[in-house]
Nanobody, 119 residues
Framework: QVQLVESGGGLVQPGGSLRLSCAAS????????MGWYRQAPGKERELVAT???????NYIDSVKGRFTISRDNAKNTVYLQMNSLKPEDTAVYYC?????????????WGQGTQVTVSS
């Protein structure tokens, strides 16, 4: 059974930093693109950043220059380094991955980790 497990959320002051991690476990043949989404209270879930298996990245405009997505393919893990955090970054952050396992390609989600930016 494939699972994505996130860690690293918490409470941070404006201007601070956090690093989120998301590790995939199970019998995995290959992980394709990975990404981070977030959902703030009363808002729809939005895509924050993506990274392909080859390392190409994309970000939404509001986090460019502040957030960095990376991955360690040997550890089946994706990271989101968040710097210069703002109150509007407050949300539940979810990781997502396209994973090939048992002959099938499926889209998997983590359980979510809360990020709160407040003084």
């Amino acid at each position: 059974q494939v699972q994505l497990v996130e860690s690293g959320g918490g409470l941070v002051q404006p201007g601070g930093s956090l690093r989120l991690s998301c590790a995939a476990s199970g019998i995995i043949f290959r992980i394709n693109a990975m990404g981070w989404y977030r959902q703030a209270p009363g808002k729809e879930r939005e895509l924050v950043a993506t990274i392909t298996s080859g390392g190409s990245t994309n970000y939404i405009d509001s986090v460019k220059g502040r957030f960095t997505i990376s991955r360690d393919n040997a550890k089946n893990t994706v990271y989101l380094q968040m710097n210069s955090l703002k109150p509007e970054d407050t949300a539940v952050y979810y990781c997502n991955a396209g994973i090939v396992a048992m002959g099938y390609t499926s889209n998997y989600w983590g359980q979510g980790t809360q990020v709160t930016v407040s003084s």
